[in-house]
């Protein structure tokens, strides 16, 4: 069974500043994937990042960028001149690898980041 | 590319009553999931399929939910009789391979009162 934490339930930056969410799992797999979505208050889950366990480089999407541990089991994930668009919950989300078809997502309780303006 | 479409996007019912959500997936997407949504405990996952085929209904909260996949581009989430606890959001969201990602629809809000 995989599990996810993440240990901020709230954050809050001042609009382009840099800012950082937390999330550590565990895994027994050796085989797996991480991601980060993002749930705005219209509720959609938007994928933005994600990482593939057996890549070493950290997955870049435009200001959207991870820092993985793998010995750590930590997935945090760094975004850039936060923008007001940015305000939503960020859940960090695991699943295990497998041969064919998807295996489901284990997600964290969420961190509902909050931009001042 | 539609996404992934759920219907109803809001439902009110009683208790006692049944209830039916649907889900169409991405065409092309091998893999349905069913998850629910609740303050208390967060995103769960409730069922999935891959290939039409149920392969983890762990999730199943109680045999008054089932889900059905008839085919490749329709599933189900019924849960007979509803009960107030029941109230969440429900997504569905589907996925050729997990390592590319998973996309969610838009949720269904269920109220039982």
């Known amino acids: 069974a995989q599990t996810v934490t993440q240990s901020q339930p709230e954050m809050s930056v001042q609009e382009a500043e840099t800012v950082t969410l937390s999330c550590t799992y565990d895994t027994s797999e050796s085989d797996y994937y991480l991601f980060w979505y993002k749930q705005p208050p219209s509720r959609q889950m938007i994928l933005v990042i994600r990482q593939e366990a057996y890549k070493q480089q950290n997955a870049t999407e435009n200001r959207f960028s991870v820092n993985f541990q793998k010995a750590a089991k930590s997935f945090s994930l760094k975004i850039s001149d936060s923008q007001l668009g940015d305000a939503a919950m960020y859940f960090c989300a695991s699943c295990r690898g497998s041969g064919g078809g998807a295996d489901g997502l284990t997600f964290g309780k969420g961190t509902h980041l909050i931009i001042q303006p | 590319d539609a996404g992934v479409i759920q219907s109803p996007r809001h439902e009110v019912t009683e208790m006692g009553q049944e209830v039916t959500l649907r889900c169409k997936p991405i065409?092309?997407?091998?893999?349905l999931f069913w998850y629910r949504q609740t303050m208390m405990r967060g995103l769960e996952l409730l069922i999935y399929f891959n290939n039409n085929v149920p392969i983890d209904d762990s999730g199943m909260p109680e045999d008054r939910f089932s889900a059905k996949m008839p085919n490749a581009s329709f599933s189900t989430l019924k849960i007979q009789p509803s009960e107030p606890r029941d109230s969440a959001v429900y997504f569905c969201?589907?996925?050729?391979?997990?390592?590319?990602?998973?996309?969610f629809g838009s949720g269904t809000r269920l109220t039982v009162v």
């Open positions: 065409s092309g997407h091998n893999s």
């Open positions: 969201a589907s996925s050729l391979t997990g390592a590319y990602g998973y996309t």
